[in-house]
């Protein structure tokens, strides 16, 4: 339980330094409809496809130069 209120607890945290008043971000993470998708099972979720499939130029190809990156 006390994992979950740390957990709870940092991530109205973060919504506050995106602006939002510390209501705001309570009423954003309680919300109904955010809930019910976070508990919805799917079983592609975390899964990345790593195929090697022509996606007829439907595909975002990034590329990151790790050395010149500052990030």
Do not use: C, F, H
């Not at 940092?10 to 919300?31: F, M, R, V």
């Not at 919805?40 to 990156?69: F, H």
């Amino acid at each position: 339980m006390l994992k979950a209120l740390r957990e709870e607890n940092d991530l109205i945290t973060s919504l506050t330094t995106l602006g939002l008043s510390p209501k705001q971000a309570y009423e954003l993470i309680s919300d109904s409809v955010i809930g019910q998708a976070q508990t919805e099972e799917d079983p592609a979720d975390g899964t990345v496809d790593a195929s090697d499939q022509l996606e007829d130029g439907n595909a975002i190809i990034w590329w990151n130069d790790i050395e010149k990156d500052s990030r």
